[in-house]
């Protein structure tokens, strides 16, 4: 009965294949998030998302791209991938504006 | 916009004795504030929040925060640390908004090490 949960929780890949990360959350929840923890462990906002507006923030790359098939999931699909791309991403979900609760992670390296 | 500094990356600190962690804000809207914890290789769990009402939050774990809005300060502090309380801590704001999405800005997170 996991609130939020990702998969794959690992995730090795070569430099220039596409990838998806899968995001569900059974809260009933009506927005949901990805963040991106770099190595030194910096957390930051890449895409917010409801049914009525996605925001993306102007510093993600656009071989990045969210995908929700419904309002319990938010994908992550990730074009052409970078060296620059290995991080932890975490999915997120929140009802409007109150807190939110994360994922467990996943842990993406790119070679 | 808004930005959030934690001063002390890492603190470490004996067990059984009190911890402050600080954390400061910078925004042009009102906020909400979060502490969030992380234990290695997990996920990122709520401590405690501000949204209104007293400045004084009590959260899990024995954990608080006072919020000063004069000093935009939101200082984490637990009277007595444990073993277990051995963590990356990262504060966050978020801006009222009321409804819709509503992006979390961290600081860049303290390394609490408790030692025996």
């Known amino acids: 009965d996991t609130a939020v949960s990702q998969t794959p929780k690992y995730l090795v890949t070569q430099m220039g294949n596409d990838k998806s990360i899968k995001c569900e959350q059974n809260l009933g929840h009506d927005t949901m998030y990805w963040y991106k923890q770099d190595s030194k462990k910096f957390l930051k906002i890449m895409f917010s998302?409801?049914?009525?507006?996605?925001?993306i923030n102007e510093t993600v790359p656009n071989r990045f791209s969210p995908k929700s098939p419904d309002k319990a999931h938010l994908n992550l699909h990730i074009n052409s991938l970078e060296l620059g791309d290995s991080a932890v991403y975490f999915c997120a979900s929140s009802q409007a504006d109150n807190e939110q609760f994360f994922g467990p992670g996943t842990r993406l390296t790119v070679l | 916009a808004q930005s959030v500094t934690q001063l002390d990356s890492q603190v470490p600190v004996f067990e059984e004795a009190p911890v402050e962690l600080r954390c400061n804000y910078s925004?042009?809207?009102?906020?909400?504030l979060f502490w969030y914890v992380q234990y290695p290789n997990q996920g990122l769990q709520l401590l405690l929040k501000y949204l209104s009402g007293s400045t004084l939050v009590k959260g899990i774990n024995g954990f608080e925060a006072e919020f000063n809005k004069s000093q935009t300060s939101f200082h984490l502090r637990k009277p007595s640390v444990h073993i277990s309380d051995t963590a990356e801590y990262f504060c966050a704001v978020s801006p009222r908004r009321g409804s819709g999405a509503n992006n979390l800005f961290f600081g860049t997170g303290t390394r609490l090490t408790v030692i025996p």
């Open positions: 925004s042009s809207v009102s906020v909400y």
């Open positions: 998302y409801n049914n009525k507006e996605l925001i």
